[in-house]
């Protein structure tokens, strides 16, 4: 049974910080891409951060333009585990957060972030 897990969502005023963790049970994830998603009510999931296995040197991708320089996306495969750190957040941010598998369909559940004052 493998099992990805999203978790620290939560509410946060504009220009704050949440850090998101995607942690995996039952598979180890340290020769795996793992990327983050997010989809806001009413829009599409978009393709937010990658990064790659341990065997491919752990590279970081951003894949969308409005989080450059905010999002940070990385790994720590001794808690088989990744993370994405938001800072600046904006309210633009608000949406669902998940974890997947690169290749896979393995989700998490998902994680609300809502930036709001």
């Known amino acids: 049974q493998v099992r990805l897990v999203e978790s620290g969502g939560g509410l946060v005023q504009p220009g704050g910080s949440l850090r998101l963790s995607c942690a995996a049970s039952?598979?180890?994830?340290?020769?795996?891409?793992v990327s983050w998603y997010r989809q806001a009510r009413g829009k599409e999931r978009e393709l937010v951060a990658t990064?790659?296995?341990?065997?491919?040197?752990?590279?970081?991708?951003m894949h969308t333009d409005s989080v450059k320089g905010r999002f940070t996306i990385s790994r720590d495969n001794d808690k088989n585990t990744v993370y994405l750190q938001m800072n600046s957040l904006k309210p633009e941010d608000t949406a669902v957060y998940y974890c997947?598998?690169?290749?896979?369909?393995?989700w998490g559940a998902g994680t609300q972030v809502t930036v709001s004052s």
């Open positions: 039952g598979r180890s994830l340290r020769f795996n891409a």
């Open positions: 990064i790659t296995s341990v065997t491919t040197g752990e590279r970081t991708t």
């Open positions: 997947n598998i690169v290749g896979t369909s393995l």
